[in-house]
């Protein structure tokens, strides 16, 4: 959609606030010579776009951005607004004529004069809320990358394609979906900052963005979904504890996670991680990155006939789990590169890890994959983590308490349940998972806390301190594949059998009976 320069239908909306969603224009009637050269090129009908949408906003608010959240400030008259726009339209836009480079300079100033005003979530949401891109810069870039796709999909049929392929937009590691819980080491690896338009007019079905080389795209589907949206269909949503700024509606999820310090605020911005049922992991290029031993690094580690040929059966088992109709495929080869960053780590540690060490690195992943095998990768929604971060599950083990949590890890399970008087009570079944009636061990203990802000995680604490139990969230900077982790911790010369097998990640699998 396109704003308009005919000042006798821009009179009519003057004084028509009900209908000002309709100032733009159907390029089928561009009569000026602006309105065609914005018509005729893509990046100016992309940023035309977002003035229609921040123009509309502006009026919807009109206390500016500072009173965005509070609701305090001075209300700029409507008409007043109006009455900006447009003489803007006739003084600056029209002048150009259909001169490309000047309407890219007066369209683009325009885009950076409405975000001093607005914001690009919703005003008065609350600051627990709040978008992490903060910038004019940065709020412009993510906004094109939306309009862009939207535009193209309206003038052509297909999403755009990416304006410079030689661009490392994309991670070359991990696939570009989002995951509730993955590190942001991946969007501090060497890519390439959005900076400017980055998108393309695309006319052909081949053409189309991929959202990275792990990615599988429903092209049909999504553009389908997305025909006929404009910005203000998709939704501007924070969420303060994993600093990520979300826009989304009912087709797609964008996601930027915050890649900036307090120090140096918002400089840049990354392309955003999707989730949407059209976009999915490519299984077989997510495949081919999991041969550990394939890489230089792990030339010296592989070497060790032993890890080469316990790789192998990992190999094989990570082909069989993706192969099956149940698989999390970003899961998987996010958990192996974490595992392979820690593996590296270990071994150049000042303490070191012998090969014997390394062995049960990879001998430990076999074990795991084994489990996520014979049990199909499920985790019910309905046996999770609540608000409190305490692991509730539909069925209960323990006469007296609720909420009970079931983990197995290796061939032992733990199961936790809250008891009266914020108490809890783990119970640890050795060598089995069959949560019969007499547990190995069973213990009563207490949560505390640690940490702050997003990293801040709940820790049970059992029998006198002498050993801990936690999720680790962002805590222990490791890979997660599912969002319910368990991680031991004893004490020095704990002699008991929940220390002595050192269940350093339990992954929760399922709730036995739910």
């Known amino acids: 959609m396109k704003i308009l320069s ?104 325009r885009v950076d004069h409405f975000l001093q ?26 906004l094109r990358i939306i309009s862009g796709i939207v535009e193209n999909i309206d003038k052509n049929g297909f999403l755009p394609k990416i304006e410079d392929q030689e661009n490392a937009y994309f991670s070359k590691t991990q696939p570009q979906l989002y995951l509730n819980n993955i590190g942001l080491a991946d969007f501090y690896e060497k890519r390439q900052p959005i900076m400017g338009h980055i998108l393309a007019e695309n006319k052909f079905q081949e053409d189309q963005m991929v959202f990275g080389e792990f990615s599988k795209v429903d092209f049909q589907g999504l553009k389908t979904c997305l025909k006929g949206m404009r910005l203000s269909d998709f939704y501007w949503q924070g969420n303060r504890d994993y600093g990520v700024t979300f826009s989304f509606n009912e087709c797609i999820t964008l996601s930027w996670p915050k890649t900036f310090s307090p120090s140096k605020p918002d400089e840049y911005i990354f392309f955003p991680m999707v989730k949407s049922s059209f976009i999915q992991a490519g299984n077989v290029k997510i495949l081919s990155k999991l041969r550990t031993c394939n890489k230089k690094s792990f030339e010296e580690i ?56 390394l ?93 702050t802000g997003i990293c801040n995680y709940d820790v049970y604490s059992f029998d006198d301190g002498k050993f801990k139990m936690y999720n680790p969230a962002c805590g222990s900077g490791f890979y997660q594949p599912v969002n319910t982790m368990f991680q031991i911790e004893c004490m020095e010369g704990t002699s008991i059998s929940v220390c002595k097998d050192n269940h350093a990640f339990c992954v929760s699998l399922e709730c036995v009976g739910c």
């Not at 733009?24 to 009637?29: G, P, T, V």
């Not at 400030?73 to 000047?102: F, H, Y």
Request: hydrophobic fraction near 35%; aromatic fraction near 10%.
């Open 359 to 451: 062995e049960s690195f990879f001998s430990n992943h076999i074990s795991r994959l084994t489990q996520l095998i014979h049990h199909e990768n499920k985790v019910p929604e309905y046996c999770d983590f609540n608000e409190s971060g305490v692991f509730e599950c539909a069925t209960k083990r323990v006469a007296d308490g609720n909420n009970a949590r079931s983990c197995i890890a290796n061939n032992s399970a733990f199961q936790l349940a809250s008891l009266e008087g914020d108490r809890y009570e783990l119970n640890y079944w050795e060598d089995h998972y069959q949560l019969d009636e007499t547990a190995t061990e069973s213990f009563i203990g207490s949560k505390g806390s640690v940490g």
């Open 117 to 142: 005003l607005v914001r690009l979530e919703k005003p008065q949401t609350g600051t627990n809320y709040s978008v992490y891109i903060y910038s004019v810069q940065n709020s412009k870039n993510a």
């Open 6 to 109: 005919g000042l006798t239908l821009a009179t009519i909306l003057f004084f028509l606030p009900q209908v000002v969603s309709a100032a733009s224009f159907d390029c089928k009637k561009a009569t000026t010579e602006s309105e065609i050269a914005i018509c005729d090129d893509f990046q100016l009908s992309v940023d035309d776009r977002i003035i229609s949408y921040l123009y509309t906003k502006h009026l919807e608010w009109r206390k500016g951005r500072k009173g965005w959240f509070t609701g305090e400030g001075t209300e700029t008259p409507g008409l007043v607004i109006r009455e900006g726009q447009k003489k803007w339209l006739k003084n600056k836009r029209n002048t150009c004529g259909s001169s490309v480079p000047c309407l890219r300079t007066e369209l683009d100033k």
């Open 302 to 357: 592989c070497s060790n006939i032993s890890i080469s040929e316990l790789n192998e059966v990992i190999f094989v088992l990570n082909r069989e789990l993706l192969s099956s109709t149940y698989a999390d495929a970003p899961g998987v080869l996010t958990y192996q590169l974490g595992l392979e960053d820690l593996i590296l780590k270990e071994s150049k540690g000042a303490l070191g890890c012998d090969m014997l060490c």
